[in-house]
């Protein structure tokens, strides 16, 4: 995903830029990151449970060191570097955030070194945690995740992807510790998803910016001589429908396509405002102008598996949170009852609906614990908190 | 901040108008024996308001009828206790005996030791009653504690609850090592409750608390000193008037017998009886105590010394102390307290690594001898685990794990 990512950025080119303000998120956030050096990665793969190979150690002697630390000792190595920064990541989290002066490919790397930078803060948590502080603990955790929505919100598509990833990483970290949840804590985190939820879904900001770049592909699809720029693979149905059209044929489609490009916009503002249960339907992007090869175009922008990543990624953490919420109140029921709910008509009514199944959450009761879940919808899977480790670490 | 407790204890005691159990088993407070913050705590406790929250927060209700379906008249206190949380009344525990906490580990920073000189078969141990109460404050304490985001503090208050409970069985003949065991079973299931989500500084305190525990003499030891020296102190009482002694509970042949030899023996005689059932009685002590200093499969393996057709050996096996079942009790709660020991070295390892051990091999082997077997048994089950003993023909598996009966769990209370 990231490898399509990057070369997505490396394509893009029209995104430009406004003055930079001296006191902004985008400022406090890149300060915050700029400490981070070569060595608080390493320590941060140890910390998430990486081994280094042999090889890697007869090549890199000083990794030696950090490979022989517990996770828990790494997690305390950068507790000691970055556990001071949390509240300039809460004054910038109460900061409008906007991407300025950078191209494409360093906003990525901008998403990607601030994802860097909220990963270690999550890991300070785990500390937190460890050490009998499950208070503060929390609301790092709430920090990070108030500046993964506060950047994704507000940039393109590609760094709500790329930041995205934080989501589900610091819900495994709770997920961990659910029992260690307090009840205040249970009651900030729940009231946070509240807020984050009552916002928009920013599924429109998101997706326009998709279009808007899919537009910018389709141009350089139709025009460029060497139609090699559109290398994307999402775009490679798109690229081939051109190839086979003459010059004249292919200004004459482009002209119709960007005609349509207004209205696929407002079907994208009308299909976000709608519950999550409806984003799956991607044949409501679909229009129809009447010439078959527009329509053909059009059906191509609205389809493509870039779009459905998106929706699907929004879908889950939107999904996700609203777990979290209710994993809370389990935890609260649990703390003032002494026993889990026998079942969710025992919580708060809003709290157990799953509008991406388009019905209840799912609690099972297994043993002592309990396993709580979305049944999802089609090709999403069910949803849970639990965040499984990628492939290799 | 030593006299502010006690004063604080004192008021208590006073304002209800109970007369302090201090004065009530008639010592004279010296200020550097911990049993005495323990009798403050006791004075503390003795309520009938406690009692009635902890019905609740033991997740039970009054209920208002008996089992025959008569109407039981609820007062307002229990109608108002029944419309509490668990929590909540655990809540209120604390903001009204919380307090006790500082008692118990002021208590326990001294040494404790009974402050009565002489205790025989007739002395009251109002106190004992009283201090299972201090328990399940404290276990109130440790899960409001965690509920309230305090770990390190239900870190300390477990410390000293494991210490409170171990220090009364240090105290006192066998009904005092009985009691400790009662509490320290109360600790392990608050623990138990607790262990999914204990944090490093609550794995070192619970950890101090049971190395400090087990560096000790085993209790049963010095019960048993303490229950011989008691028992010896009401020999000679015994033999003066054998029929107040004996009857009526004794109401037996065989103990009728015995009092009509020794009502025949003169003075000279019941002297000579005496120092016999003295000797018997010292060479059984020996051989009890012996036991213990062997490993703990032997302590369940013991056997009362049996008695001989003479006088003196039958009157020895009336009236000597029983003890098979504290045995089979201390070696029971001898292996929680190491599987629980077990348990933090296990947690402490699931916190450095994030991730359970996959076996014992990675931790200090040591820690998992059990005595009564190899070692202990340890099962992962995906995230969880469980570790055990398999215990003994007379104990059973034994684990941490307090099993609740199934009657337990949402039981009303007749009022």
Redesign the interface.
């Known amino acids: 995903m990231i490898a399509t990512v990057t070369t997505l950025a490396i394509l893009l080119s029209s995104f430009s830029s406004i003055s930079l303000p001296q006191d902004s998120a985008f400022t406090i956030y890149q300060t915050l990151t700029k400490d981070i050096e070569g060595i608080d990665l390493k320590l941060l793969a140890r910390a998430e ?1 990486f081994s280094f190979d042999n090889e890697t150690l007869a090549h890199r002697p000083e990794l030696k060191e950090i490979q022989a630390m ?4 790494a997690c305390r190595h950068l507790s000691r570097k970055f556990s001071n920064s949390l509240e300039l990541l809460d004054r910038a989290n109460e900061m409008p955030f906007a991407f300025t002066q950078l191209s494409d490919e360093e906003t990525v790397l901008y998403a990607v070194k601030l994802g860097q930078y909220l990963r270690i803060q999550a890991h300070i948590g785990q500390v937190q ?4 502080s ?2 503060p603990a929390v609301s790092r955790w709430i920090s990070v995740l108030k500046a993964t929505n506060n950047v994704g919100r507000s940039g393109s598509f590609l760094t709500t992807l790329v930041m995205g990833k934080n989501v589900p990483y610091t819900f495994a970290l709770l997920e ?1 510790h659910l ?2 949840v ?4 249970c009651q900030e985190l729940s009231q946070f998803v509240t807020d984050y939820l009552e916002l928009d879904s920013y599924l429109t900001t998101v997706l326009s910016k998709l279009m808007e770049y899919k537009a910018g592909a389709l141009r350089k699809a139709f025009t460029d001589q060497s139609r090699q720029s559109v290398v994307e693979e999402d775009n490679q149905d798109l690229r081939d429908f051109a190839t086979s059209l003459g010059n004249e044929d292919r200004r004459l489609l482009l002209t119709a396509v960007n005609s349509h490009l207004s209205l696929l916009s407002k079907k994208v503002a009308e299909l976000s405002s709608k519950p999550e249960s409806n984003w799956f339907d991607q044949n409501q992007l679909v229009m129809e102008s009447g010439k078959p090869d527009v329509d053909k175009v059009l059906k191509l922008l609205a389809l493509d598996s870039t779009t459905k990543e998106i929706i699907d990624f929004m879908a889950k953490a939107r999904t996700q949170f609203r777990l979290a919420r209710l994993h809370c109140e389990i935890q609260s029921y649990r ?5 889990l709910p026998d079942s969710l008509s025992d919580l708060t009514q809003a709290f157990i609906l799953d509008p991406v199944a388009k019905g209840f959450f799912v609690l099972e009761r297994i043993g002592q ?1 309990y396993r709580l879940y979305s049944k999802g919808n089609g090709t999403l899977g069910e949803i849970e908190l639990k965040y499984r480790p990628p492939r290799g670490s | 901040m030593k006299s502010i407790l006690w004063a604080f204890a004192l008021l208590n005691t006073f304002g209800q108008g109970v007369k302090p159990l201090y004065k009530e088993i008639g010592i004279i407070p010296t200020g550097n024996n911990g049993y005495e913050e323990y009798l403050a705590a006791a004075d503390i406790c003795r309520s009938n308001e406690l009692r009635n929250l902890r019905v609740r927060a033991e997740n039970s209700r009054f209920v208002s009828a008996d089992e025959d379906g008569n109407p039981i008249e609820l007062s307002a206190e229990q109608k108002r206790i029944n419309g509490l949380t668990v929590f909540e009344a655990k809540q209120e525990i604390v903001r009204k005996f919380g307090r006790v906490v500082p008692l118990i580990e002021l208590g326990n920073s001294k040494d404790v030791r009974q402050p009565r000189e002489v205790i025989s078969s007739d002395t009251l141990l109002p106190e004992l009653s009283t201090f299972r109460s201090i328990s399940a404050v404290m276990s109130a304490c440790v899960d409001v504690a965690y509920a309230t985001g305090n770990p390190k503090e239900a870190g300390r208050i477990l410390q000293n609850q494991l210490v409170f409970s171990d220090n009364i069985g240090r105290t006192g003949p066998v009904i005092s090592l009985l009691v400790s065991f009662a509490n320290t079973a109360l600790a392990l299931s608050t623990i138990e409750r607790h262990l999914g989500r204990m944090s490093l500084p609550e794995i070192r305190a619970v950890t101090a608390a049971l190395e400090s525990i087990q560096e000790r003499e085993p209790n049963i030891k010095s019960a048993i000193r303490q229950e011989y020296l008691y028992s010896n102190n009401d020999l000679w009482e015994m033999l003066k008037d054998p029929v107040s002694y004996f009857l009526p509970e004794d109401d037996d042949i065989a103990t009728r017998k015995v009092i009509e030899q020794i009502n025949q023996l003169d003075i000279a005689g019941k002297n000579r009886l005496g120092q016999e059932v003295a000797f018997l009685r010292k060479k059984s002590e020996e051989s009890m105590l012996n036991v213990l200093d062997q490993p703990l499969l032997h302590w369940l393996e013991i056997e009362e010394p049996s008695a001989t057709a003479d006088l003196a050996s039958r009157l020895n096996e009336l009236t000597q102390p029983v003890f098979s079942t504290s045995y089979t009790a201390a070696a029971r709660v001898n292996i929680q307290l190491r599987i629980l020991r077990s348990h933090m070295a296990i947690l402490d390892y699931r916190w450095e690594f994030g991730k359970l051990p996959p076996d014992l091999s990675v931790l200090d082997r040591n820690l998992f001898i059990d005595p009564l077997n190899t070692e202990f048994i340890y099962l992962m089950n995906g995230q969880s685990y469980r570790l055990y003993s398999k215990g003994h023909k007379k104990t059973g598996e034994i684990e941490v794990r307090y099993k609740r009966s199934q009657a337990n769990v949402n039981r009303e209370v007749n009022p």
Do not use: N, V, Y
């Open positions: 449970g517990t996770p828990l000792e945690m460890a050490e009998g499950p208070k961990q029992d260690r307090p009840l205040s804590s703390f003032q009852h002494e026993k614990g």
